[in-house]
């Protein structure tokens, strides 16, 4: 640790050396077409020493396109990364990175991929194996040496990934979602390993950053917690976390922590161009500014029940663990009963609108058609593609011209994602059905058309 | 253990050094010819040295790979004239190469047997290489992301990236690839071993000793147990550089697999078991370790794997516009040159009739391709299907696409007369003998990988046999067939040029064909028609591909992959 920080906290003192610099970062990639699409939109920030650092973001927030422009792997489309004052042209020099898929080379032993980095540097033989045994060592390692990857457990595989990152003793390391891969408890267990090296006093890394979705890990880990917002990907909120290490997830004022990140990232933005989902009233929003939400209907069904069967409110947080399930997992359910009208969330909590109700206690004939109802009106792109099948004398017409439609406001993938959801809806209301050979999308017209 | 693996070795250094040394003999073409003895005692030497040139060849198409492969996927503007080149490269039979390398490596070595020998090496090398460099392309740009920042993060130089990312990662590929190629090689082998040379427009038969010109003096002699010996040789010779090379290398190479869980069936080798219980590992590492770090310091001012975030843009522009003015100069010259030479030669007016020899062994492609997936998909399926004969029928086949079928077109030549078949047909048959593996090897690959509970699910739901056909085995065969079909036109093609014109004793046959005109073009020396019909086979094999295969593979993975 530097001598800067705070030994029960892990915390800086204010002033303390700013590794890396992050000014009005701004990224964007081309859409086939050519018109850019932002991913990152004025980002800025900065890593100092002694802290740990948290980007904490839903999938679409552009957090692991920031920690690769961090990391000197990409370049921005504007702005400026510098490390120690340097401005990055090429991978940042003081980083060694930790992956969400380990990124290790399966020809290699435990041995060889730790030392990897080492005879990047030229460090000689036995200089190497001393280092990288003394690493294997550190992260619990011990005994694997001669192992292959593909030999190891998902966690045993990511300490490798930690005594490759670590064993270069790089200024800052940057881990991306390095947890997310790991199963519950082996996720915590190796968290806790990585605060017990942190607060080692010879511990060289001088910071940490992590890109993480899972709002728990990040309170339990970072002295600082940057809230990222979706499309494209924004800061949102900053904030410090100050909370004694080791931290108590059980903890009162944890627990509140946690409920109001809860309520930032599924509440209404305070942004104008609303690009969080609300509830929408009916024909409000467009397909490209209120994307449909990546769930399924049976999954989203799925949560009404349980809602239901919680007395019709719920809070997000204790629903997520009791599920085991992680933001990226809940979220998009959430968000598709709220786009539906079917619930509402109010600070961290769900709860059921009387719509909700009715169609959790219908039979599946009656939920159709109220799913069919909601969709048309509320669902932006839904009712779009009903509208403009109505249009049509035979009630037909190609997926280009939606995907034409979608593709000013998604790059190519996102669009064909948002029209295979938009199918998806579509089909299980009977709106309209979808032929996968001819690309033709055909209006269904018991329900589909308005008023017929 | 270390005894046998030992003796192993060094009999395998004495072999090459003594054969190596009898390449290099003196020899004027057309004075001196090389005698080819028919005694059998013999046939070993011509193994031997048939093996030795196989190798050779096999050698030279790695490091070609690996250079051209590795310039092709790193290098932007390299990409975008490499990639093309190599497709081009890729659909010209490969027979044309025959006369024009002979020219010029005799003309280079004149007076001496290597001319001869490093033509011979160089068709082969032309039948192997193409396959492995768009392998090892394919590998490296469609490497894991993942994989790629870290060799960045970690600051790997350009060496270690290479040798420690790159070719690991596209092993897998590569040694199958070189298998493969081994396989395709031996057709061409036997083919460029006895030849004619021109010189100074006479044209003289030379041989090269070895197994092709072994078979061409039987077959000159009209000796039917001389052409069995042949044959029955290379058969040994295909098993066995399968049973003691590639086999081991397969299995090696599985460490090199990508996907992070153990897979459920492992290739398995005796002769790599009993490499690796020798102490020839250890002994091995004792030797390159030392050699690793030298190179790994050699390498270290070429800087790292890495490049700028930033460049100017003018420069790169400027850089572009040299680039591609001095490409397209290039071409253009080249182009000019060419149809110059083509006009002075022969004019123009000659293609259309050469286009209508194309398309009589167009005919004969379509054919044997309708003819042999008649026979062997129903037959492939029958074997994919059934686990335990899938597992002793693969290498069977596998033996039998890589033998090489010129060694049976004597017996079938022998045939054709005595009955009295016109060539316009039996060639047909010819071009089969080689090709149709390649469509049951891909349709047995195919089959075994229908999963089995859509097997179970045929039973189980009492599908009547042609509904079983229709609609679970042919769709679920289908992208594997597609592979076989492209790999079985492209092997028919190339052998046109030598079943369309045969000869036994003193007997020739002739068929109307693209391959024949070929064939009597290089057996004249006449280079002008030789590069025309050269061209047309290369543009009805591109059209093909482009108007057929490649849209049967794109439905094939767009509607059928499993």
Known sequence: ??????????????????????????????????????????????????????????????????????????????????????????????????????????????????????????????????????????????????????????????????????????????????????????????????????????????????????????VILADRIFVLGANPGRIRTEIDCTFPQPRDRHDESFQALVDEIYGLMTGRDTRPPAHIWTVASPGEGSPTDTPLPQASVGGMSGLLEILVAHGGKVDLPQLAHELTFEVDDLLPLVDAAQVLGLAVVDDADLQITDEGRIFVAADILESKQIFALEARERAPLVRAICRALGATKDGNLGEGFFLDLLRRGFSEEEARQQLKIAVDWGRYGELF????????????????SDGQ | MDLVVGAGIIALLYAVVRLGQSMAVNFT??????????????????????????????????????????????????????????????????????????TFFITLFPNNLLGLELAAIFVIFTSQAWNMTFSFYHSLISQPTELDEAARMYRLTKWQRFWKLDVPSSMIGLVWNMMMSMGGGWFFLTASEAVTVFIK????????????????????????????????VMVLLVVGTNFLVFRPLVAWSDKFRMESSESAEKPKSIILNLLRRSSIPRLAGHVSRPVGRALDRITRPFGLAEYPLRTDVRKRHIGDIIFWSVIVGATATFAVIGLVYLNAHLGFTRFPSLIGFGFATFARVVVLLVISTIIWVPVGVKIGMSPKLARYAQPIVQVLASFPAILLFP??????????????????????????????????????????????????????????????????????????????????????????????????????????????????????????????????????NRLFWRRLYRMAESRFTL
């Open chain 1, 1 to 218: 640790m530097t001598t800067t920080s705070d030994p029960t906290t892990g915390r800086t003192g204010a002033g303390s050396a700013t590794i890396i610099e992050v000014s009005h970062v701004t990224k964007s990639f081309v859409s086939p077409d050519g018109t850019p699409l932002p991913v990152l939109d004025d980002i800025s920030l900065d890593l100092r020493e002694g802290e740990i650092v948290a980007l904490l973001g839903r999938s679409g927030s552009g957090k692991s396109t920031l920690l690769r422009c961090i990391a000197g792997l990409i370049s921005p489309t504007e702005g400026d990364i510098s490390y120690r004052g340097e401005t990055l042209n090429g991978a940042n020099p003081g980083v060694a990175m930790v992956f969400q898929s380990f990124a290790l080379l399966p020809w290699l032993t435990v041995q060889q991929n730790v030392e990897l980095g080492l005879e990047a540097l030229g460090v000689g033989t036995g200089e190497r194996r001393q280092r990288a045994e003394r690493a294997i060592d550190a992260i619990g390692l011990d005994g694997f040496e001669s192992a292959y990857p593909k030999e190891l457990s998902g966690g045993m595989r990511q300490r490798v990934g930690f005594a490759r990152a670590l064993v270069v003793e790089p200024d800052a390391l940057l881990m991306d979602e390095p947890f997310s891969a790991l199963d519950v408890l082996t996720a915590q267990n190796l968290r806790a390993e990585l605060l017990r090296l942190w607060r080692e006093k010879d511990f060289p890394t001088k910071a940490m950053l992590i890109v993480t979705h899972n709002i728990e890990e990040a």
């Open chain 1, 433 to 448: 059905d979808f032929d996968a050979n001819t690309g033709q999308l055909t209006l269904d017209h018991h329900h589909g």
């Open chain 2, 29 to 102: 073409p057309g004075r001196t010819p090389v005698i080819i003895s028919t005694d059998i005692a013999d046939v070993p030497y011509y193994a031997a040295r048939s093996l030795l040139r196989m190798f050779i060849a096999l050698a030279l198409s790695t490091v070609f790979t690996l250079v051209y492969g590795t310039a092709a996927a790193r290098l932007r503007r390299a990409e975008k004239v490499l990639v093309p080149i190599l497709d081009i490269l890729q659909s010209i039979p490969i027979l044309v190469f025959l006369p024009i390398a002979l």
């Open chain 2, 201 to 232: 427009g006479h044209g003289h038969s030379e041989s090269l000793p070895g197994m092709g010109s072994y078979m061409a003096a039987a077959v000159a002699h009209g000796s039917f147990t001389e052409v069995t010996i042949a044959i029955v």
């Open chain 2, 411 to 544: 017996f079938a030549t022998l045939i054709f007369i005595n009955l009295g078949i016109p060539l316009d047909y039996g060639a047909i048959v010819l071009m089969m003998l080689g090709a149709q593996w390649y469509i049951l090897f891909n349709v047995i690959a195919g089959a075994s990988s229908i999963p089995n509970d859509l097997r179970e699910m045929m039973v189980s739901m009492r599908l009547t046999r042609s509904q079983r056909w229709r609609k679970v085995i042919l769709p679920a065969i289908f992208p594997a067939y597609v592979t076989g079909g492209i790999t079985a036109a492209g092997g028919a093609w190339n052998a046109s040029i030598v079943a369309e014109l045969v000869s036994w004793h003193h007997h020739t046959l002739n068929a109307f064909g693209l391959g024949n005109y070929i064939a009597t073009a290089s057996a004249q020396g006449k280079f002008a028609l030789l590069i025309a019909g050269g061209i047309v086979m290369s543009a009805f094999v591109v059209v093909v």
